[in-house]
């Protein structure tokens, strides 16, 4: 477990301290520029649902290496000792524009600008995407689950086949501010106060003798009303157990919640469910569904007309299943006034700082962007700056609430055009370049290929 | 970050303590056997290397709920009090078996069996499953890539892009016991003693008049013979600007240890990289390649004849990207006595205590396994049993260390059978269960039907 901030600061490519020593070596302390974006997004994906600046801001205000790592760099031949030394006093002292997690963005569009001596924008390179790569994918198909069952509770119930105990509480705090209801992860409720739900898994109906005794043993211990798994053994008998112990706590005033379905055709067994319920005189047992779900079986199931009142979204969700990598880089776009840029294949970086604008068309909902170099004027009326500063000189500017950032980011999902609103289909969608900053692209490309003699 | 002991506590499923706070209610203090395995493998993988039981068994020695926690629950009103009040005292106090981490396992076959108090057991399902679930795709994948490559050095590049800081160093750990030579984790060097390895990033190219300029300035300040990273603007002639820097170097008795490819064509370049390498004199650099790489990327370059001679391979070892969820599960096997299953379509559970038992052929290499009831004796010679206690009564009976691991994890990829060595498709491989296992799980699943009148 990363347990301490020494560990953090270790939590890095060792190639980002050979080149800080080489900078430290060389003087080199002019101010770097580095640009976060992704380069492609996954198949499917029509758009990136940004998250974990919050965590990754907080990361850097912290940031220091204390005596146990210097000791470890210490044994490592490739580092100078000098230069282990000095980072006794490293702190991260740079400024940093960034999106509002939870904003939607597309390829080549910066979530974030790191300006700073270049040894420390390098230097937590490692730190800077580890912390947004995964929560932006969590957020984006969490999303896209939204999109798939609209009104809709969803519960994230990833955490168990998350990466790891970090990655399901950002995985958590993610599905939370793209929409989800609540979460199974008690760390998220504790840290983050988003609302923890849970009742039974299988193994507690088969530890009792039969699916009835266990029903009623957990109706008869559990201090609220509910949830009953009806599948472990015959999902319609299940329904008529469930049945029965809701009569019983009828007459004592209390009553089943709802019934959950965790196997089996999901879209058929909720109807023969439904029918049961409805006809045994119980239609405000609500019906919860689980089990492999994503935004692909979320569909299928709305357009099956499946009368299920909420999802459990577990392990597909926490790993990003269908999408876990997303070409997310952090790249060098100017160093000391000179832009900067690599022509290696399908690679190329925008060079300078940035600025991305939003145009909110006619029907309230967005419908171009524009990435322009950060020092030109809004292009008119109708058009936002996505971009705004989070860090100034190494100090967080303000750190909104996760509440916050979630009202954000679901009104903002109302202003998602209709052709972003597919989950199986990627429509375009306009993002187009300034003339300023393609003229800069241009003249970059130029200069640097002349300089090689390309 | 998930940072401290308590955090651990918390970082489970909020149903692990609603089913708990019941089983306390109740007194329900029978004992519980819980099987870890995996019911269905990924598309292509052949086997499971399992990996992440070292560090389960970790936590779970250690593993309490502290004031902050208590404090925590104390708020939800689905635990009862007096329920929060008892986990004050909570330990682990029970068995575990488990196969050694680095061995290769089948579906169905038990990664560990834990026997407690059925609340224990219970209560760190999400804990266990976390634990082992991602390491274990990693290091299958690491030995994978080992596959595809023979003979090469491979390295972890993997940390950007994992889940998570704790998911990147369990991840370095996973690859380095699956054969790995080293990890850009500089964490993982610290916490595990794991060789750590890296150089240059383009930023650093970048940051330069010219990429000459920069070789020199690297080779200038590094304390070791360098690798220099040469497609940053065109890779033959970043090979040319490598062999002047190589020959300045040299006149200082000095070397260039390798040149960097990281996009385009790497068969071809490499090739001609080679001869440009070759023909200045310099037979001795290696070349070394990364850049989106997985065992399908290796297996292709290995079958064009590509003269790299060791690969980073990154994100999609650490996102275990084409595989990033197995069905790993953990199920009730027995209560007090009783056996314990779902009926759940497709989700059936092998009942009671078990052992894996593996057989090795005349050719050394293992041929067939059987899963067997633990209190079965040897099927014969030639078997060799996989499970062995790991915890007794709460307390580890030994913890090996990651060189012992791996030193035994390679020598068992030395006996993997030819059929298994292939990455692109699968072929079957036998596990039977054993006739006395087979007939408890029919009489199992005969009691409970009849139980539940099915």
Same mark, same amino acid.
């Given at each position: ?45 029509? $758009? ?12 850097? *205000?912290?940031?220091?290496? %204390?005596?146990?790592?210097? %000791? ?6 490739? /580092? ?20 509002? *997690?939870?904003?939607?963005? $597309?390829?080549?569009? !910066? ?9 420390? @924008? ?20 969490? @999303? ?9 509770? /969803? ?32 760390? @998220? ?5 988003? !609302?923890? +739900? ?9 530890? $009792? ?8 043993? $957990? ?6 009303? !509910?949830?009953?798994?009806?599948? +472990? ?18 007459? *004592? ?80 776009? *100017? ?53 705004? !500063? ?65």
């Amino acid at each position: 477990m990363v347990a301490t901030v020494h560990q953090v600061a270790l939590s890095t490519d060792l190639y980002e301290l050979t080149m800080a020593a080489s900078y430290h070596a060389l003087g080199m302390r002019g101010k770097a520029i580095f640009s976060l974006y992704v380069r492609k997004l996954p198949p499917r994906r029509s $758009f990136l649902v940004v998250a974990g600046i919050t965590e990754a801001l907080r990361y850097l *205000e912290q940031l220091h290496f %204390d005596d146990q790592a210097l %000791d470890y760099l210490r044994s490592l031949p490739v /580092l100078p000792r000098d230069f282990v030394d000095s980072l006794a006093s490293f702190r991260f002292t740079g400024d940093i524009w960034a999106v509002r *997690e939870g904003t939607v963005l $597309f390829p080549e569009e !910066p979530v974030l600008e790191v300006e700073a001596p270049i040894l420390e @924008a390098q230097l937590i390179e490692t730190l800077i995407i580890n912390a947004i790569h995964y929560p932006s994918l969590v957020a984006t198909k969490a @999303a896209r689950c939204r999109l798939a069952a609209p009104g809709k509770v /969803l519960v994230d119930f990833g955490l168990r086949r998350t990466p790891s105990f970090d990655a399901g509480l950002a995985a958590a705090r993610a599905a939370y501010l793209a929409g989800f209801a609540s979460t199974s992860n008690v760390l @998220a409720g504790e840290r983050y106060g988003i !609302p923890v +739900t849970g009742t039974v898994a299988h193994s507690f109906i088969e530890a $009792f003798p039969s699916e009835l005794e266990a029903f009623r043993a $957990f109706a008869r211990t559990y201090p609220g009303d !509910p949830v009953l798994l009806i599948d +472990t053994y015959d999902t319609l008998r299940g329904a008529q157990h469930a049945v029965q112990v809701a009569r019983e706590l009828r007459a *004592e005033g209390r009553r089943v919640r709802a019934v959950r379905l965790d196997s089996g055709d999901l879209a058929e067994l909720s109807k023969q469910v439904r029918r049961i319920l409805d006809e045994a005189g119980f239609p405000d047992i609500q019906i919860f569904a689980s089990g492999g779900l994503d935004e692909f079986e979320l569909a299928a199931l709305t357009a099956a007309g499946a009368p299920i009142d909420g999802y459990g979204v577990g392990s597909r969700l926490g790993t990003s299943e269908d999408a876990p990598l997303v070409d997310m880089a952090y790249k060098l776009v *100017e160093y000391d006034g000179r832009p900067a840029l690599k022509l290696s294949t399908g690679k190329q970086t925008l060079v300078g700082p940035k600025q991305v604008w939003r145009h909110l068309g006619a029907d309230g909902r967005f419908d171009q962007d524009l990435i322009a170099a950060r020092d030109e004027p809004s292009p008119g009326p109708g058009w936002q700056p996505l971009l705004q !500063p989070v860090m100034r000189a190494g100090r967080l500017v303000d750190l909104p609430s996760v509440e916050e950032l979630r009202a954000e980011h679901l009104a903002s999902m109302e202003r998602l055009p209709e052709s972003l609103r597919r989950i199986d289909r990627v429509e375009p969608y306009p993002v187009r370049l300034s003339p300023v900053l393609q003229a800069r692209q241009q003249a970059a490309v130029a200069a640097i290929r002349a300089r090689e003699g390309l």
